[in-house]
């Protein structure tokens, strides 16, 4: 896996070098400490980061386009990833009209891109606190007039999260990966309780991504006034179903665990109004899963359709920026049939991190003595339905010449003894710290 990343990055640079786009190299170092004295999910409590981001300016579209992030972890190798959030070529057509080959974020749905639910794109969910949004991978058809536009989107390959690594040994996950939740370690079986070694089968690469996918958007109105959204897509979810099968082996038990894709339609519409003083809109999402069919005997996820919708209202103060925005979710659970399904236990299957919550935020931005650039920003978010509040201070200095440095601090809690999926994030407030450098 890592010669296959190797290679990849080395052929994005290539394609960078031929191509005209301007693409700036970041060489970057983090710190990471997590901070709650009940915190027990490894060993170690810091980690350490060394890294490189290349992104072209997407003020000025070329060509090709790239944004992606390699990191290292020193010491901990699972932790270590490579996000590639776009890459993509251009054939411009016509003035109004363009093809987009590759990898490239779109805004499907305010609600889905805001809240990261990563329904229409799929998730870098590497820290699932903290996710970020994916591109789709196929061809992006784009025609931009003034009073409206469409985006059409078709790909044979489809491309699930990519969520935190793992390390399975000898049936048992290893306390390895911070972000990691393990499943439970025990189980009652037959009425005594056992230890639980996990198998997991994981399925082949060609039937998970190739997989067709769909899209379309229409958009109306100005850049200043009212506007509309309307987005639909047939495709897999980036999620994958789990299911399981407990056997008893002597005196522990064996879980056999089977992922498998399923397919989903989506809905989606943004109504609203915006202007230089900042925006307001209402959004709603609708989501229909289709549940996939496994073998006899196991206990399964059922999938339920749901409805997410809420309002945003940003307003724009130099150097300030006030947001207020709410989430709510009608339907979307996971719940379980079969023969080893316990009421007290969440399902192996998650389709929402959370599916209620209120967000106030507040950021500054600003330039000071003309060549430092400073952004902070303070958010804090709290859900009754699945029972965490979570509150979060990014700041960032940006000196021209080339030097970057930030600090970020999250901080959660969650309910004492929850189902939500929130629960697992319990005792995992941290503190970032990281330098950057420009080539």
């Known amino acids: 896996m890592n010669i296959t990343k190797s290679l990849f990055v080395l052929i994005i640079l290539c394609f960078a070098v031929v191509s005209r786009s301007e693409i700036k190299t970041t060489l970057q170092l983090d710190s990471l400490s997590f901070l709650s004295p009940d915190y027990e999910n490894t060993d170690k409590k810091s980690f350490g980061f060394v890294g490189a981001t290349l992104a072209s300016d997407h003020n000025n579209p070329d060509l090709f386009m790239?944004?992606?992030?390699?990191?290292?972890?020193?010491?901990?190798?699972?932790?270590?990833?490579?996000?590639?959030?776009?890459?993509?070529?251009?054939y411009q057509i016509d003035s109004n009209s363009k093809i987009h080959v590759g990898r490239k974020l779109f805004n499907w749905s305010s609600l889905d891109?805001?809240?990261n639910l990563g329904f229409y794109q799929p998730q870098f969910r590497w820290n699932p606190i903290n996710p970020e949004n994916q591109g789709l991978t196929g061809i992006f058809w784009e025609r931009n007039e003034p009073i409206w536009g469409?985006?059409?989107?078709?790909?044979?390959?489809?491309?699930?999260?990519?969520?935190?690594?793992?390390?399975?040994?000898?049936?048992?996950?290893?306390r390895s990966n911070p972000w990691f939740s393990n499943p439970p370690q025990n189980i009652r079986f037959q009425g005594q309780l056992f230890p639980i070694d996990y198998n997991i089968h994981r399925p082949e690469t060609s039937d998970v991504i190739f997989q067709q996918v769909y899209s379309a958007s229409l958009r109306l109105g100005e850049r200043k006034g009212f506007f509309t959204n309307v987005a639909g897509s047939f495709k897999p979810a980036h999620q994958l179903a789990l299911a399981y099968k407990p056997v008893l082996v002597t005196t522990r038990v064996r879980v056999d665990v089977t992922p498998k894709v399923y397919l989903e339609n989506i809905y989606s519409a943004d109504l609203g109004y915006r202007d230089s003083w900042g925006l307001a809109q209402f959004s709603v999402l609708y989501t229909k899963p289709q549940t996939p069919d496994f073998q006899p005997g196991y206990s399964v996820p059922i999938l339920d359709e749901s409805i997410s919708f809420g309002p945003k209202f940003v307003y724009n103060i130099r150097p300030f920026q006030f947001g207020i925005s709410y989430l709510d979710t009608i339907g979307g659970e996971v719940k379980e049939s079969g023969p080893d399904v316990s009421a007290d236990r969440a399902s192996l299957t998650q389709r929402f991190l959370f599916r209620q919550a209120a967000q106030l935020n507040v950021t500054y931005r600003d330039i000071l003595y003309k060549k430092i650039l400073l952004e902070s920003g303070v958010q804090w978010r709290q859900s009754t339905k699945d029972e965490f509040t979570e509150l979060r201070f990014k700041n960032r200095l940006d000196i021209r010449g080339p030097w970057s440095f930030w600090a970020d601090v999250i901080l959660i809690e969650t309910a004492d003894k929850t189902l939500s999926n929130m629960g697992s994030y319990r005792n995992l407030d941290q503190v970032w710290i990281g330098a950057g450098y420009d080539i």
């Open 113 to 115: 891109s805001d809240w």
């Open 66 to 90: 790239l944004n992606l992030t390699g990191v290292y972890a020193v010491g901990q190798s699972v932790l270590s990833y490579l996000n590639i959030r776009e890459i993509y070529f251009t």
């Open 150 to 174: 469409l985006t059409l989107f078709a790909s044979p390959v489809y491309v699930p999260d990519q969520g935190p690594g793992y390390e399975l040994k000898d049936g048992q996950f290893e």
